[in-house]
């Protein structure tokens, strides 16, 4: 797994903001480490109405003059089916953000946008995609000419079990199961924190309260988290999202497996669940590499010290 993450090596994040995409954009925004030079929100957790204004409030509030390229308002073949039941009604409720300075930039697609900054790049491109992979699937699509020029794409998505959003399929993975397998069949290095990773490293009462001291930032986390429905205060919140950036930065807390991923497309009742196999029944080559757990302590350690670093 190429885990070095160079100074000038630039990164596009895909994301459906979202109360922990909001937390992952804010990470990888702060990063010495990340030059994030172009976000796409896409259709996902809400609408693209909603996860559009949402990346420019979040940017807003950080200050980072970033280029926002709004993406797909939908699936590539299926109707939506937002999650504001875990994130509201706006995809971002609980704190009244400044009015945004940030205009999205609607001339292009998002596609369009991602084939820009790969195709300019002095150096390979993250994509971090940590919402449903329309978007991505699109560009892998449309500008195959230009995946030489990617070094991987990092995804939060998939379930080694039972799921989040279907019976065995997770919601990114199942919003846009077509999506996810031209994704899967596309030859990139692609890396993959499932949703029990996300689980397991849960952000607990103790932590929550010391990010509530982090002044402004943490005050405005801590209102997020007072409406995020992805978990609870008391029982530990589920930043998903999070792991895909800690995924990037802070690779070795993660134990990791190369192995296949397919995504079911056909079944009426499984199409979205994403077969992550560990035991080889599927005799394929390896297409992915995949976390199969954390360190807990490790990622909480890191995770407090990235919230703190977007207070600078
Ligand atoms: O299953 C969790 C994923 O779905 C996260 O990315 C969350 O933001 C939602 O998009
Ligand atoms: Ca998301």
């Known amino acids: 797994m190429s885990n070095t993450i160079s100074k000038k090596s630039p990164v596009i994040i895909s994301t459906d903001p979202g109360i922990d995409d909001a937390v992952a954009i804010a990470l990888a925004t702060a990063s010495d ?3 994030v030079q172009l976000i796409c929100p896409v259709a996902g957790n809400v609408g693209l109405e909603y996860t559009t204004l949402n990346t420019q409030k979040i940017l807003t509030f950080f200050e ?3 280029r926002i390229v709004p993406g797909s308002r939908q699936p590539l073949l299926r109707q939506l089916k937002d999650a504001s039941s875990v994130h509201g009604k706006t995809g971002m409720e609980g704190y009244d953000f400044p009015e945004p300075t940030l205009v999205p930039d609607t001339s292009v697609t998002a596609a369009q ?4 900054v790969v ?3 002095e150096f390979p491109v993250t994509l971090i995609a940590i919402g449903p992979l329309t978007d991505i699937a699109l560009y892998i699509h449309q500008y195959h000419q230009d995946l030489p020029n990617i070094d991987k794409v990092v995804m939060m998505g998939g379930a080694l079990g039972r799921g989040n959003f279907g019976v065995l399929s997770e919601f990114n993975f199942g919003s846009d199961p077509e999506a996810a397998k031209i994704v899967f069949q596309s030859g990139l290095n692609l890396q993959v924190v499932p949703m029990e990773i996300g689980r397991q490293a849960k952000i607990m009462p103790a932590t929550s309260a010391k990010i509530k001291d982090f002044g402004k930032v943490g005050d405005m986390f801590y209102q997020l988290f007072s409406k995020y429905r992805g978990g609870s205060f008391r029982t530990g919140l589920n ?4 792991l895909a950036v800690a995924l990037v930065l802070v690779p070795d807390i993660f134990e990791t497996v190369d192995t296949t991923v397919a995504i079911e497309t056909q079944g ?3 199409a979205g669940a994403s077969l992550i196999d560990l035991k080889g029944y599927l005799h394929q080559e390896a297409n992915a590499t995949v976390a199969i757990s954390v360190d807990l302590s490790a990622f909480e350690d890191w995770f407090v010290r990235a919230i703190q670093e977007t207070n600078n």
Request: proline share 0%.
């Open 268 to 270: 009426r009742l499984t």
């Open 119 to 121: 195709t300019t790049s």
């Open 113 to 116: 946008a991602m084939h820009e």
């Open 33 to 35: 480490n990340l030059d």
């Open 239 to 242: 930043m998903y999202d999070a």
């Open 64 to 66: 980072k003059n970033i």
